[in-house]
Antibody, heavy 122, light 108 residues
């Protein structure tokens, strides 16, 4: 059974960076299309970016591409999302998602992490 | 960017009644449309993909229909656990993905 477990809540200062982890169990992280979403409390879902194992580079939303880095570590079966130059409006719940690459339709989200709350405040 | 518009924003329904949620895409997305359910304090859960195919473990009271730009999610007989927020999402061309703003289904 596939499970995604994310790292704990973070409190950051404006201008700093945050790195959120998402550990895959039940299958190797390298078998998954991984997308990251965020949700401002009480609001809707925003796609941030994603990475497909057989694609050369991650894809990021235009709004966030200058500040985002998404990576994976096969040895620990973990995906990472790092965001730089944090602002108060980045305060949100961040979710990792997974879909087996062999299933295609990389924009579908079968498996979800529990979410990581990132609070940006001075 | 394809804009997804959901209506209504809030739907008040009594338990056991039918709920009908709508989703409109600003451009055609074929049947590359999914619905997600999000209960309070939880991550979203995939309900429907391909506009009408239920995901694994989703009860038969959930059904989806539509293609192109107009889509509907129907919950045949609302159970207590169905009161939640529902999002539609188009995935016609990764990574150009987008979500609707959500419909909150609340107890009448």
């Amino acid at each position: 059974q596939v499970q995604l477990v994310q790292s704990g809540a973070e409190v950051k200062k404006p201008g700093s960076s945050v790195k959120v982890s998402c550990k895959f169990s039940g299958d190797s992280v390298n078998n998954f299309a991984i997308n990251w979403m965020r949700q401002v409390p009480g609001q809707g879902l925003e796609w941030m970016g994603g990475l497909i194992p057989t694609f050369p580079t991650p894809q990021y939303s235009r709004k966030l591409e200058d500040r985002l880095t998404m990576t994976t570590d096969e040895s620990s079966s973990t995906a990472y999302m790092e965001m730089a130059s944090l602002r108060s409006e980045d305060t949100a719940l961040y979710f990792c998602t997974g879909r087996l690459e062999e299933a295609g339709h990389y924009g579908l989200f079968d498996y979800w992490g529990q979410g990581t709350l990132v609070t940006v405040s001075s | 960017e394809i804009v997804m518009t959901q209506s209504p924003a809030t739907l008040s329904v009594s338990p056991g009644e039918r709920a009908t949620l709508s989703c409109r895409a600003s451009l055609g997305v074929s049947i590359n449309l999914a619905w997600y359910q999000q209960r309070p304090g939880q991550a979203p859960r995939l309900l429907i993909y391909g506009a009408s195919t239920r995901a694994t473990g989703i009860p038969a009271r959930f059904s989806g229909s539509g293609s192109g730009t107009e889509f509907t999610l129907t919950i045949a007989s609302l159970q207590s656990e169905d009161f939640a927020v529902y999002y539609c999402q188009q995935y016609n061309n990764w990574p150009l993905l987008s979500f609707g703003g959500g419909t909150k289904v609340e107890i009448k």
